[in-house]
């Protein structure tokens, strides 16, 4: 998707941002430490990055506030001037639009969104589907170089109210309601969903298909006969836990067992 059979997208957590519980009161640190991130990333060979303002626990729904907007809008921009590799951003938890404003304005490649069809209920409460919206407001602020990849049946949430509505049932319909890729996730963060339901959806759809949780060395090779590209963060990190800062040796295993799946 982005120049390989099975592209390596590496996620940059931003610590927490101003308006958020843990906010510190240095954003110069915290673009100093982003930025870190993701050129530890590049140096170690992925071919795309993803920013997330995964620190900004606990999350609002649907929306953030306007210093959140502004705060990722700037990180972007830091990174995007270093870093030359497709970039994308999810804000935290379903503010889509946001995110298509900062990855619009900040010159980003993609936004992933959650909530894109049909409702589900996260750690935050239900998320109402935002498709129309966010198509609605590419087209308007003529955005439409920035893709949109949506999780699907996503992480951190209960299906049960869709729970007679199958994972391909709902990639083919994000499909037809115009995103231009699905992902494909475990039960949360860290957790792989099997290869097999992303070879089940990538048969079904012909939009990318990405993997979005749980990617180690170990099974890449296991995902990459189905998936357009792999996004990981948690492995990346200083022993495995997301909360650290990206550890080059470990990206570049996983680099590597991707090159030699």
């Not at 059979?5 to 941002?17: D, F, M, N, R, T």
């Not at 673009?31 to 530890?40: F, G, K, M, N, P």
């Not at 929306?63 to 990174?79: N, Q, R, W």
Request: hydrophobic share 50%; charged share 20%.
């Amino acid at each position: 998707m982005f120049g390989k059979s099975c592209s390596i997208i590496g996620a940059v957590h931003i610590h927490a941002l101003p308006g958020a519980a843990g906010y510190m009161g240095n954003m110069a640190e915290i673009i100093e430490r982003a930025l870190s991130d993701a050129i530890t990333y590049q140096k170690a060979g992925v071919d795309a990055l993803v920013i997330e303002n995964m620190h900004d626990v606990p999350y609002l729904k649907g929306y953030v506030e306007a210093e959140t907007i502004a705060a990722m809008a700037v990180v972007a921009s830091a990174i995007k001037r270093e870093c030359h590799m497709p970039i994308g951003v999810q804000i935290l938890a379903g503010a889509n639009i946001e995110a298509l404003a900062v990855a619009h304005t900040s010159d980003l490649d993609f936004v992933r969104v959650e909530g894109f069809v049909f409702a589900h209920i996260g750690d935050e409460g239900i998320h109402e589907a935002s498709a129309a919206q966010i198509l609605r407001k590419r087209a308007a602020i003529k955005a439409e170089k920035v893709k949109i990849f949506a999780d699907i049946k996503k992480k951190h949430s209960s299906h049960a109210i869709t729970e007679d509505i199958s994972l391909i049932e709902t990639a083919t319909t994000a499909e037809f309601f115009k995103a231009d890729g699905v992902i494909v996730t475990g039960m949360r963060t860290g957790d792989a969903p099997p290869p097999s339901a992303v070879g089940e959806v990538k048969a079904a759809v012909k939009i990318p298909v990405l993997v979005g949780s749980g990617v180690t060395p170990d099974n890449i090779a296991a995902f990459a006969q189905y998936a357009d590209a792999v996004i990981f963060g948690t492995y990346a990190k200083f022993d495995g836990n997301w909360i650290n800062d990206v550890d080059s040796e470990r990206v570049k295993r996983l680099v590597a067992a991707a090159h030699n799946h």
